[in-house]
């Protein structure tokens, strides 16, 4: 179909299936937020008061229904090429007329969940410039519309900048994408998912655990088990032989974990280069398509760790113009591409920079930099242990506990205070950070919105200091340098912006 059969200039509605998920939806977040409550109301009722539980229901279920009915009519959107902007009108009690300007588009994502998979349509999600959140949504689209509106929303926003230096230019016959830049295979995903990742990994099994005990809990509620008897047969197990089969087991289950949850988001990744931009197309179970674009990165980040190092192997992340209110929600809104080799690494930052940045001068943090990682995760530690014990029970039973931890914490400390490092030159700032992840952040001066040097009175006749730059993406951060250079950097880094002719996006 052409493109010109897809007018956007007059309001439109979404896909008719739309009315479908937004019922599915609505009632699959009803079942998960009331399912245990349900399950216990209808198990310790009588048959009688089951049957209007039931009937309560099933009227719950057709108010929903009737609801998606109303939130698909009452949702419209329509392209305004005079004035340069985006509208959707939405809401069934309180209406709300949304309005995007064109120029402050950053990104236009097409995602596809399951459910949505399912059905066979598709999300698009607008997201602008210095917004905390996706300023639009259309939950409900066929790929080729979708496609069509990502194509036309991003050309106006690239024909309204001034931005010279990049442009995005495509023909409304041209595909957008033919040959992938990077893709990733089962053996590179099973490699990254071996790999990398592991702290997002155990956050999330430590949330699901909890989430499980608690479940577990209600169920023990409900069935009226005695807590003293689970708790005597959890201790008549607990050995010191349980203890280690526990312990690899849990390491194999956060392996099996890390791989799957590895294939479920990076399955089929594809990354393809679009003029000055890429796009980056992913998941298994929910489909999620990117767009890059060169100019609007604020930072771009890579880290590398010993094993990944070994398999010429990388991670790659880039920040653009969105700061979040969370550290959760800048996340979601950054583009990763993993298990990158060096060479597609140093092409990617080609494609933004127009060259592989170089490190240039380096500077390294003052030793104090050490004491007060010490103090933090050793000292007070050793006074908390000498507190609890208060001399009750022998000392010595703790010393080997202690100093198998000490030791780990020293390691850890040393590598922070290694690997602390920032490296200056002419059109770059790179800070490099990380213990076992070793993580390199790029900035470009002229992408500085503010800096911030702080000295404590205590470091004055150290003449030490911190200073941050702050940026559309976040901030950088370099501690514990020699305070004279850093008002020289901050000077030097402001003039830049003051001079520079290019935009910060």
């Not at 993406?473 to 501690?479: H, L």
Request: charged residues 20%; hydrophobic residues 45%; glycine residues 4%.
């Amino acid at each position: 179909m052409e493109s010109s059969n897809y007018d956007f200039r007059t309001p439109r509605k979404q896909s008719a299936t739309g009315i479908i998920f937004m019922f599915l939806n609505t009632l699959q977040k009803l079942i998960r937020n009331l399912a245990i409550p349900l399950f216990v109301i209808i198990f310790k009722s009588n048959i009688a008061a089951r049957y209007y539980i039931f009937l309560a229901l099933g009227i719950l279920i057709i108010l929903v229904a009737i609801f998606a009915y109303f939130k698909y009519h009452s949702f419209t959107f329509y392209l305004d090429e005079d004035d340069k902007k985006f509208v959707i009108n939405e809401g069934v009690f309180v209406k709300t007329n949304l309005t995007i300007h064109l120029d402050k588009i950053q990104q236009v994502n097409i995602n596809q969940s399951l459910l949505q998979r399912i059905i066979g349509f598709y999300t698009l999600q607008i997201d602008t410039a210095g917004s905390d959140k996706k300023e639009g949504t259309i939950r409900a689209m066929d790929k080729t519309s979708a496609e069509e509106l990502k194509k036309r929303l991003l050309s106006r926003a690239e024909n309204s900048d001034n931005t010279e230096e990049f442009r995005f230019v495509e023909s409304v016959d041209e595909p957008i994408v033919a040959i992938p830049f990077l893709k990733l295979s089962p053996l590179t995903l099973l490699k990254i998912g071996a790999t990398s990742n592991y702290g997002q990994t155990i956050a999330l099994v430590i949330a699901f655990l909890a989430a499980g005990f608690q479940s577990l809990k209600d169920i023990i509620d409900i069935f009226e088990v005695d807590k003293n008897q689970v708790g005597q047969a959890f201790q008549q197990g607990v050995t010191l032989l349980s203890i280690a089969f526990m312990i690899f087991g849990v390491l194999i289950f956060l392996l099996i974990f890390n791989i799957v949850r590895t294939f479920i988001k990076y399955f089929d990744f594809e990354v393809y280069r679009q003029e000055n931009s890429l796009v980056v197309n992913s998941g298994l179970l929910a489909k999620k398509n990117t767009f890059l674009n060169a100019y609007r990165v604020q930072i771009s980040i890579y880290t590398q760790n010993y094993f990944q190092k070994k398999m010429n192997m990388l991670d790659m992340r880039m920040k653009q113009n969105s700061v979040t209110q969370s550290d959760k929600e800048n996340k979601n809104s950054d583009i990763e591409i993993p298990g990158c080799s060096t060479i597609e690494k140093d092409k990617i930052l080609t494609m933004i920079f127009n060259e592989v940045p170089k490190e240039g001068i380096k500077l390294s943090p003052n030793y104090r930099y050490v004491f007060l990682s010490l103090f933090f995760w050793i000292i007070i530690p050793s006074t908390i242990l000498l507190f609890i014990n208060n001399w009750r029970y022998p000392l010595v039973d703790y010393v080997p506990y202690f100093l198998t931890y000490t030791l780990f914490a020293a390691t850890m400390i040393y590598y922070s205070y290694r690997n602390h490092r920032l490296f200056v030159s002419e059109n770059y700032v790179i800070k490099q950070q990380g213990i076992w992840d070793i993580e390199h952040q790029i900035i470009q001066p002229h992408k500085i919105q503010a800096i911030t040097i702080k000295q404590m009175l205590w470091h004055r006749s150290a003449n030490i200091g911190h200073i941050t730059c702050h940026t559309a993406a976040g901030d950088i951060n370099f501690k514990f340098g020699n305070y004279d250079t850093i008002k020289n950097l901050m000077n030097y880094w402001l003039y830049q912006v003051e001079s520079s002719e290019k935009d910060w996006m």
